[in-house]
């Protein structure tokens, strides 16, 4: 056996099912995905400064991101050494991983979350420390009482994916006072755009305390799913060394040009954020008007507790050609996310479970 | 300190210097590059694949790449689940190291290749055997003769880059004999479309040992260098494991219809490659002329012994808007390495060159 010790346990990573799959799939003309929690906007000038791009496919993008990296840590009030660019922020987390992890060292996650703190911890071979989430939240105490000696990460989604929650300044303060200093906190805040205005000031603390990564991305809010692109703010010996190890490549130069553009045009960015507020305002009235349980969101996606099995719900709904997220791959069967889209794909989700429920389908 | 050990010794790969960066630095509106061994050009048919993509760019790729891998393993004749797609080859080398590398293993590499080798058996703690090339040609007798019980991966760069040789058909097939089968053989392969006939038939080698990897790159010869993206090809059960281990999304909606396009009309790649071809045959000529020592070479590239150090012709070079790549991360202070671009940017830099050294420049 050529392979590391423990690959075998690994569960691969399951996305959202892609619209092309689904229309493949069923044989359907129009597909609403609900499931990935994506934008649904491209904005127009996003589009003109990659449409430009495409002459240049055959020349390697800059390594360093560099007008990127310029234009972003002037946007950020932060030095361009502590910037780490990532194929999505999922690039960031595995880098993070392999920079630091040696034998029996100690990760601490929260349980559900998003799932590639696990993956990438135990193809690093690191011994993962899941601590479950209390009433759907961050339970930033009991984590905190799991720091041994052997600790070298402990990873927190604010907001969390997939339920939506977050943890506030008060609570990462407290927090952090309690984590020795020689473990690296990771906020992941993927989704950080969308939360509520106590949400922590994560660059204080970097600042204050060190040995903090902060992950972002460009996928969620900016809408560049599709070109993969994140980036990590920290100090700049740890940026420095991320930076050292990465391949050299990483970002394409359409990911560049696009993050780039977005960056220095913010009115799109806030326009989506408003959008996508009243959409996700649009699915609690609707929700609560069904009847059906769900959590209050930090993000653009609601979670929802079906109460029961969502398996013929999840076949109902695709064949109505509308793709949201089973949760089973986290272990929460009766449980489903759904993105706030474009209006008229919420209203048509909105319709469609209706009519789910009224067929005394539940 | 929150690092592995050892990520101290590491020197990051210096990538070819961009025309922007050069454009930035010296003031110049005219830069060739001849620096990456990137092709000149983008055919129009994939420019239109690319822009038609455009406005997916919200929405996450395709996490198998479902059409590129049906194309691809259609035309290469393999079983879809034998391969694996990378965020370029480089992350293909580095999802190998990353499957298998435990604590005290060794990886056997030529000296001087492919850097990325190097660098990322040894963030991933491997202990590497450095195999001198022989006469600029990989030694693969000295190579099987270092492996050990102890030996995990050994690499091979074929053709090799920065030399541009290759080693045949003959050549490793008596490699392979001497080889254990549970030694994984890795050969990078990108630039074999324009290596000779006698160049190894590495999928019939695959199938009968098993253990191997070949990986490969839209980056040369079908001119997607931009766009980040290279496949492997392996057994199945090899494939599977570093299809788990992989980031879901690594490679973009660009790259994916990109390779697509690319694999669907092979016309431009053999255009393509026969002007690299031609134009490879005028540089040798004229250094031939110039009474300048270069290799053959197997490759979009050739590889030029200077005899002294590059550094006074590399700034010249640089001031007239030409880029090479100096070999000083390769520790051949005396050798740099130029890339056949288009025919006017050959014959300029023929020219320049030929002025630095009418110059009593030597």
């Avoid at 932060?78 to 100690?106: H, P, Y």
């Avoid at 309690?178 to 950080?192: G, N, T």
């Avoid at 660059?203 to 990590?232: C, E, H, M, P, Q």
């Avoid at 609690?284 to 930090?298: C, D, I, M, Q």
């Amino acid at each position: 056996m050529i392979f590391k010790k423990g690959l075998d346990k690994i569960t691969p990573y399951e996305p959202g099912k892609p619209i092309e799959e689904v229309k493949r799939a069923l044989g359907l003309k129009e597909v609403y995905k609900l499931a990935s929690n994506e934008i649904p906007f491209t904005p127009d000038y996003i589009r003109k400064a990659v449409s430009k791009e495409v002459k240049n496919i055959n020349r390697y993008p800059e390594g360093s991101s560099f007008y990127l990296r310029k234009n972003l840590a002037l946007k950020l009030k932060v030095k361009e050494s502590q910037l780490v660019f990532g194929n999505g922020s999922d690039e960031l987390i595995t880098l993070i991983l392999r920079a630091t992890i040696e034998d029996n060292d100690e990760v601490i996650i929260g349980y559900p979350t998003f799932l590639v703190y696990e993956i990438q911890a135990a193809v690093c071979g690191a011994k993962i420390i899941k601590v479950p989430l209390y009433n759907l939240r961050y339970d930033l105490r009991s984590m905190a009482k799991r720091v041994t000696g052997k600790t070298k990460i402990i990873f927190i989604a604010n907001p969390d994916n997939p339920t939506g929650t977050y943890v506030n300044q008060e609570e990462v303060r407290s927090f952090l006072k309690s984590i020795p200093k020689s473990v690296l906190v990771v906020f992941d805040e993927a989704y950080f755009e969308f939360a509520p205005s106590d949400f922590p000031k994560t660059f204080d603390f970097l600042k204050k305390r060190g040995n903090i990564v902060i992950t972002r991305t460009f996928s969620k809010v900016y809408g560049l799913a599709g070109l993969r692109i994140g980036y990590a703010v920290t100090t700049e010996k740890i940026a420095g060394v991320l930076n050292k190890i990465r391949e050299p490549f990483n970002i394409n130069r359409f990911a560049q040009v696009a993050a780039l553009a977005a960056v220095k045009n913010d009115k799109f960015m806030k326009a989506t954020r408003t959008y996508v507020l009243r959409e996700k305002g649009y699915l609690y009235r609707e929700l609560k008007r069904l009847n059906v349980t769900f959590g209050k969101s930090a993000t653009n996606f609601v979670l929802i507790d079906f109460k029961k099995d969502t398996g013929r719900l999840n076949n109902y709904l695709l064949k109505k050609g509308i793709i949201v997220r089973p949760l089973t791959g986290w272990g929460l069967k009766n449980y489903f996310r759904v993105t706030a889209g474009f209006h008229k794909e919420n209203v048509k989700f909105i319709k469609c479970l209706a009519s789910y429920l009224d067929g005394g389908l539940k």
